[in-house]
C-alpha cells in the first residue's frame, strides 16, 4: 500500500473484525478482506497473499476458543492436520508458479458445491444411510482435506465452507465439533502459506500490521458465536455464506 488514507486504514481495521469472525462461524472472511486490498490499490497477486497472511491471527484466536470443542478428537486432528499442511504446501507452490487465471476458474465452482452440499447434508445422510455410522470415513476424508487444503494454499477464500461441507459428510460427529476441526485446519493451512508467502511472496506488511490485530479479536469473538448455535443455523448460516461468495467469484 502507497500512502493509504485515513479511511482506507480504518476500514482495513473493521473489516479485518468483520472477517475473523466469519471466518469463526461459517468461512469466506477473507473474501470480505480481498476485494478492499484490491480497492487501495494492490495488483491481485499481493492482495491475495496479504490476504492469506493477514488471516491467521484470526484462525488461532479461534483456535484458541474452540480447544474445548477440540478434546476427544486429537487422532482426527492430528492426522487431517498433517494432511492439510501437506496439501496447503502444494497450493502455496502452485500459485507461485501458475498463472492465477487457471485456479480462478474452477474456484466459484467450487465454493458453490461445497455450500450446496453442506445445505444437503441432512438428505445426503438419509440417502446413503450415513446416519448409523459412528465413525469417519479415512479413505474419502484424508485425500478430500489434501484438496481442500491445495485450495486453501491456492486461494484460500471460502477455505471454511469447503471443509466444513467435507467434515460433515465424512466425519462422525456435531457439527459444533466439526467446526473446531474446521478452524484448526484453517489455522494449519495459513501457517503454511505465512511461511512461504514470507519467503517468497510479494506480502504487503503494512496491510498485515493494520488487519492482523483485529482479525485475532474477530476470530476469537466468533467462535464463541459458532459454539452457541444450534447445527441447523449454523449449517444454514455456511450455506448462505457460501452461495453468496461463489456468486461474488463469478461476478468477480
Known amino acids: 500500500m502507497s500512502d493509504p488514507s485515513v479511511l482506507q486504514i480504518v476500514l482495513l481495521a473493521v473489516l479485518g473484525l468483520v472477517a475473523g469472525a466469519v471466518n469463526a462461524v461459517a468461512g469466506g472472511g477473507s473474501l ?55 496439501g496447503s504446501a502444494v497450493g502455496c507452490a502452485l500459485l507461485l508458479i501458475l498463472p492465477q487465471s487457471v485456479f480462478d476458474a474452477v474456484v466459484p465452482v467450487l465454493v458453490l458445491l461445497a455450500s450446496l452440499t453442506l445445505g444437503a447434508q441432512p438428505w445426503i445422510k438419509r440417502w446413503t444411510g450415513s446416519t448409523e455410522r459412528t465413525a469417519d470415513n479415512p479413505k474419502v476424508l484424508i485425500p478430500t482435506i489434501f484438496l ?13 465452507v469447503v471443509l466444513i461441507a467435507v467434515l460433515s459428510l465424512l466425519a462422525h460427529d456435531t457439527l459444533q465439533r466439526l467446526n473446531a476441526i474446521k478452524v ?6 495459513s501457517t503454511v502459506t505465512v511461511i512461504l508467502f514470507a519467503l517468497f511472496a510479494p506480502v504487503d506488511w503494512f496491510a498485515v500490521l493494520l488487519l ?24 444454514w448460516s455456511v450455506v448462505v455464506l457460501g452461495v453468496a461468495v461463489a456468486i461474488y467469484l463469478f461476478l468477480r
Do not use: E
Open 32 to 86: 470480505i478482506v480481498f476485494p478492499a486490498l484490491l480497492a487501495t490499490g494492490l495488483p491481485p497477486l499481493p492482495a491475495n497473499v496479504t490476504n492469506s497472511v493477514a488471516q491467521w491471527p484470526g484462525y488461532a484466536g479461534s483456535t484458541v476458543n474452540a480447544r474445548g470443542d477440540l478434546r476427544g478428537q486429537r487422532r482426527r486432528a492430528i492426522t487431517t492436520s498433517i494432511v492439510a499442511a501437506l
Open 148 to 160: 481442500a487444503a491445495v485450495y486453501g494454499g491456492y486461494f484460500g477464500g471460502a477455505l471454511g
Open 184 to 189: 484448526l485446519l484453517s489455522l494449519v493451512t
Open 212 to 235: 492482523a490485530p483485529t482479525t485475532l479479536i474477530g476470530g476469537y469473538l466468533g467462535m464463541t458465536v459458532a459454539k452457541k448455535m444450534p447445527d441447523g443455523v449454523l449449517r
